[in-house]
Antibody, heavy 124, light 111 residues
């Protein structure tokens, strides 16, 4: 059974940093691209970032580019999101998700499994 | 404002059929990128509902179907049931933005 468990969220002041983690199990982690998607409570889904299977390629939404960094440790079966210079508008539930392909952005790739999400609140 | 446009809400009575549209452009759906649909029940994480325009993962009832034409796609739900009440999101990829896209989401209300 595929499991994705996010952790590391919480309350943080504007301008500070936070690192989210996602522990994966139930599949060969190193074979798939991974994503972070966020959702402001009561609002829609927003793609944040993705990373290819061996970290050779990664992408970011314009809203986080230059502030957030995605990474992965295939040996630990873990995905990370380093969030710097946090803003109140970054407050959201952050989901980790598994792609169906090794390279995201393929004509057919999609987010096959999702974690339960981890809440990040940016407030003074 | 999402690059993929969905109606904010749709509704239907039990047993009826509803459709949810997802309109993109020549740099995403119209460029040949597949459209996928996710269902988000209240208080839960999104779940894959339709992949590759018109394919259902194991366990998804055949009441749910998808289609794609040009730069648009649609999700159809037949035989509406109370448990279908949820938010539905389309998803694709945009080659100009180099970004995964989600539609703004559509709230389905079963009357």
């Amino acid at each position: 059974e595929v499991q994705l468990v996010e952790s590391g969220g919480g309350l943080v002041q504007p301008g500070r940093s936070l690192r989210l983690s996602c522990a994966a199990s139930g599949f060969t982690f190193e074979d798939y691209a991974m994503h972070w998607v966020r959702q402001v409570p009561g609002k829609g889904l927003e793609w944040v970032s993705a990373i290819n299977w061996h970290s050779a390629g990664m992408g970011y939404a314009d809203s986080v580019k230059g502030r957030f960094t995605i990474s992965r440790d295939n040996a630990r079966k873990s995905l990370y999101l380093q969030m710097n210079s946090l803003r109140p508008e970054d407050t959201a539930l952050y989901y980790c998700a598994k792609d169906i392909k090794a390279i995201y952005g393929d004509f057919v790739s999609y987010l096959e499994y999702w974690g339960q999400g981890n809440l990040v609140t940016v407030s003074s | 404002q999402s690059v993929l446009t969905q109606p904010p809400s749709v509704s239907g009575a039990p047993g009826q059929r509803v459709t949810i549209s997802c309109t993109g452009s020549s740099s995403n759906i119209g460029a040949g990128y597949d459209v996928h649909w996710y269902q988000q029940l209240p208080g839960t994480a999104p779940k894959l509902l339709i992949y590759g325009n018109n394919n259902r993962p194991s366990g998804v009832p055949d009441r749910f179907s998808g289609s794609k034409s040009g730069a648009s796609a649609s999700l159809a739900i037949t035989g509406l049931q109370a448990e279908d009440e949820a938010d539905y999101y389309c998803q694709s990829y945009d080659r100009s933005l180099s970004a995964v896209l989600f539609g703004g989401g559509t709230k389905l209300t079963v009357l």
